[in-house]
C-alpha cells in the first residue's frame, strides 16, 4: 500500500515498508531532493514531504550528514545508506512525523477488498460502473447490502464481511423499454430504512461522451431514457439472498423537482452543461428522503440535497412539498454519494463534471446549510469515488467503504476519517 505522509514541500524520503496499523515492519531507505517521488523500488513506498524547518534540522543532524544528501536534482545525483545508519533515519523520521502531527493517507487501491463470485455489469460481465451500496445493518458482520450498477435495470444482493464481499442473487427493479431494448435505470444512489431498499435514478439527461445522441433526431429516445432514470424503486427485503417482494417504483420527485425554481431550468440538461443529475441517496429518521445532486453546482460553489417527505413520493398523498439545502462543498464540487450515520449523514464530494478532480467526505447535520470536512480524498484523480458506506466508529474515527465507477467490481477500498 502507498502510504503518503505530507507536510511542507521540501523533500521525499522513498522508504521500502510494509507499514499496517502504525507498525514499521521492515525497512531500507534512499533519499532525494525532488517534492514529488513518482514509483517504487519493488516494495512499497511511504512517500515523505518534509518541511522546512525539519530539513534544516535534519541537516545539521551529527549521524545522518545531510549536507552530503540533499541535493536539488533526484536525477543526478543518488545515495545508499547502511543499514545502521537506516536505522537512525527511521527512529528520527517516525519521531519528526508523529511530533508535526502528519498521518498517513487513506489505503491505496492494492488494499481493495476482493469480490467472491462477480458483480454483475453490462452484458454480463464483470461491473465497471458501481455507483452504490447499502446495508439492512449499519454494523457488524457479516451484513446483508445492496449495490448498484447505473448500467443495469437492476442491483445485486452481497455480503459483506470485514475484508471481503461476496456477490449474491440479483434483482431486477425497471422494465423501461424503447424500440424492443430495454433502458437503463441508470441506478445512481441506494439506501436501507425500515425494511426497505430504496433505489434512486439520476433523473437527468443521459450520459453521451460521445455525443451520438442528436437532440432533434433522438429526441423520443432521450426522453424515453430520462423517464426510465426518473424514477425511485423500493422493496421489501428480510435480508436474505434473493429476498425481494413488495416491488414499488415512483416518478414523483421529478414533479417535486419541476416545483423548484433553483432547480427546473436544469432538467433535462446535458451534465457537461451543469445538467440535474442525482447521485447520491439517504434516509433520515426513516421519514425523509434526501436526494444529492452532482449537478446543477450553483453559483459555482453549492451543491444542492433535496428533502422530501417518503410520504409525498410513494402512496396516496403524492405532493411536490420539499426543502432545499445549498452546500458549500467546495469550488464545482457535487454530491457524488450520500450515507446516513447516526443523527448525521456523510457526503461524499466530487467533481461537477467529468474528468479528474479533488474528493472528500463531508458531515452534515441534515437540517442546516453547514457542513464540516471531515477528509479531502489523496486518491488518484483519475479515480472516481461513488459508493460511501459507513463501516463503524473506531478510537480514532470512522471506517468506511469507498466504491470506485470505472474500477473493476468497484475495487472496494476501506479508509478511515476522522468524525
Given at each position: 500500500?502507498?502510504?503518503?505522509?505530507?507536510?511542507?514541500?521540501?523533500?521525499?524520503?522513498?522508504?521500502?515498508?510494509?507499514?499496517?496499523?502504525?507498525?514499521?515492519?521492515?525497512?531500507?531507505?534512499?533519499?532525494?531532493?525532488?517534492?514529488?517521488?513518482?514509483?517504487?523500488?519493488?516494495?512499497?513506498?511511504?512517500?515523505?514531504?518534509?518541511?522546512?524547518?525539519?530539513?534544516?534540522?535534519?541537516?545539521?543532524?551529527?549521524?545522518?550528514?545531510?549536507?552530503?544528501?540533499?541535493?536539488?536534482?533526484?536525477?543526478?545525483?543518488?545515495?545508499?545508506?547502511?543499514?545502521?545508519?537506516?536505522?537512525?533515519?527511521?527512529?528520527?523520521?517516525?519521531?519528526?512525523?508523529?511530533?508535526?502531527?502528519?498521518?498517513?493517507?487513506?489505503?491505496?487501491?492494492?488494499?481493495?477488498?476482493?469480490?467472491?463470485?462477480?458483480?454483475?455489469?453490462?452484458?454480463?460481465?464483470?461491473?465497471?460502473?458501481?455507483?452504490?451500496?447499502?446495508?439492512?445493518?449499519?454494523?457488524?458482520?457479516?451484513?446483508?447490502?445492496?449495490?448498484?450498477?447505473?448500467?443495469?435495470?437492476?442491483?445485486?444482493?452481497?455480503?459483506?464481511?470485514?475484508?471481503?464481499?461476496?456477490?449474491?442473487?440479483?434483482?431486477?427493479?425497471?422494465?423501461?423499454?424503447?424500440?424492443?431494448?430495454?433502458?437503463?435505470?441508470?441506478?445512481?444512489?441506494?439506501?436501507?430504512?425500515?425494511?426497505?431498499?430504496?433505489?434512486?435514478?439520476?433523473?437527468?439527461?443521459?450520459?453521451?461522451?460521445?455525443?451520438?445522441?442528436?437532440?432533434?433526431?433522438?429526441?423520443?429516445?432521450?426522453?424515453?431514457?430520462?423517464?426510465?432514470?426518473?424514477?425511485?424503486?423500493?422493496?421489501?427485503?428480510?435480508?436474505?439472498?434473493?429476498?425481494?417482494?413488495?416491488?414499488?417504483?415512483?416518478?414523483?420527485?421529478?414533479?417535486?423537482?419541476?416545483?423548484?425554481?433553483?432547480?427546473?431550468?436544469?432538467?433535462?440538461?446535458?451534465?457537461?452543461?451543469?445538467?440535474?443529475?442525482?447521485?447520491?441517496?439517504?434516509?433520515?429518521?426513516?421519514?425523509?428522503?434526501?436526494?444529492?445532486?452532482?449537478?446543477?453546482?450553483?453559483?459555482?460553489?453549492?451543491?444542492?440535497?433535496?428533502?422530501?417527505?417518503?410520504?409525498?413520493?410513494?402512496?396516496?398523498?403524492?405532493?411536490?412539498?420539499?426543502?432545499?439545502?445549498?452546500?458549500?462543498?467546495?469550488?464545482?464540487?457535487?454530491?457524488?454519494?450520500?450515507?446516513?450515520?447516526?443523527?448525521?449523514?456523510?457526503?461524499?464530494?466530487?467533481?461537477?463534471?467529468?474528468?479528474?478532480?479533488a474528493y472528500a467526505i463531508y458531515s452534515w447535520d441534515g437540517a442546516s446549510e453547514t457542513v464540516r470536512l471531515l477528509k479531502e480524498l489523496p486518491f488518484d484523480p483519475k479515480r472516481k469515488p461513488e459508493g460511501l458506506l459507513p463501516l463503524g466508529a473506531t478510537s480514532a474515527g470512522l471506517r468506511?467503504?469507498?466504491?470506485?465507477?470505472?474500477?473493476?467490481?468497484?475495487?472496494?477500498?476501506?479508509?478511515?476519517?476522522?468524525?
Amino acid at each position: 500500500m502507498n502510504d503518503v505522509f505530507e507536510t511542507e514541500a521540501f523533500g521525499s524520503i522513498l522508504f521500502d515498508t510494509t507499514f499496517r496499523q502504525g507498525q514499521l515492519s521492515s525497512f531500507s531507505s534512499s533519499i532525494c531532493c525532488s517534492s514529488m517521488f513518482d514509483g517504487s523500488t519493488g516494495g512499497k513506498p511511504v512517500n515523505v514531504r518534509l518541511r522546512e524547518s525539519f530539513a534544516r534540522d535534519w541537516r545539521h543532524h551529527p549521524v545522518m550528514e545531510l549536507d552530503d544528501l540533499v541535493w536539488p536534482d533526484c536525477g543526478s545525483r543518488e545515495a545508499s545508506m547502511t543499514i545502521a545508519r537506516a536505522g537512525w533515519i527511521a527512529t528520527l523520521l517516525l519521531g519528526l512525523v508523529m511530533a508535526g502531527g502528519v498521518q498517513p493517507s487513506p489505503a491505496a487501491a492494492d488494499d481493495a477488498w476482493p469480490v467472491k463470485n462477480k458483480l454483475i455489469g453490462k452484458d454480463g460481465g464483470k461491473s465497471k460502473d458501481v455507483s452504490g451500496i447499502a446495508c439492512t445493518t449499519a454494523d457488524g458482520f457479516p451484513r446483508s447490502c445492496l449495490v448498484i450498477d447505473d448500467n443495469l435495470q437492476g442491483a445485486q444482493f452481497i455480503e459483506l464481511t470485514d475484508g471481503k464481499l461476496v456477490a449474491g442473487s440479483p434483482v431486477k427493479l425497471i422494465n423501461n423499454t424503447f424500440n424492443g431494448k430495454a433502458l437503463e435505470l441508470d441506478g445512481e444512489g441506494v439506501a436501507f430504512s425500515k425494511r426497505q431498499y430504496y433505489v434512486i435514478g439520476s433523473h437527468g439527461h443521459p450520459r453521451d461522451k460521445d455525443h451520438k445522441l442528436d437532440p432533434k433526431k433522438d429526441a423520443d429516445k432521450i426522453r424515453a431514457r430520462i423517464a426510465a432514470s426518473s424514477q425511485i424503486v423500493r422493496f421489501r427485503t428480510t435480508g436474505a439472498d434473493g429476498n425481494a417482494s413488495g416491488i414499488e417504483r415512483t416518478g414523483q420527485l421529478r414533479e417535486v423537482i419541476a416545483a423548484e425554481p433553483a432547480l427546473l431550468e436544469f432538467m433535462d440538461i446535458r451534465l457537461e452543461k451543469n445538467g440535474l443529475t442525482i447521485e447520491g441517496l439517504a434516509i433520515k429518521d426513516d421519514r425523509t428522503l434526501l436526494a444529492g445532486f452532482r449537478g446543477p453546482v450553483l453559483n459555482d460553489n453549492r451543491a444542492v440535497v433535496l428533502s422530501v417527505e417518503i410520504d409525498a413520493l410513494f402512496g396516496d398523498r403524492k405532493s411536490t412539498s420539499h426543502r432545499l439545502f445549498r452546500l458549500p462543498l467546495g469550488d464545482n464540487r457535487g454530491v457524488r454519494d450520500l450515507a446516513a450515520f447516526g443523527d448525521r449523514t456523510l457526503i461524499l464530494a466530487g467533481p461537477g463534471a467529468d474528468g479528474p478532480g479533488a474528493y472528500a467526505i463531508y458531515s452534515w447535520d441534515g437540517a442546516s446549510e453547514t457542513v464540516r470536512l471531515l477528509k479531502e480524498l489523496p486518491f488518484d484523480p483519475k479515480r472516481k469515488p461513488e459508493g460511501l458506506l459507513p463501516l463503524g466508529a473506531t478510537s480514532a474515527g470512522l471506517r468506511v467503504l469507498i466504491i470506485f465507477d470505472s474500477d473493476k467490481e468497484g475495487t472496494p477500498t476501506p479508509i478511515e476519517i476522522p468524525r
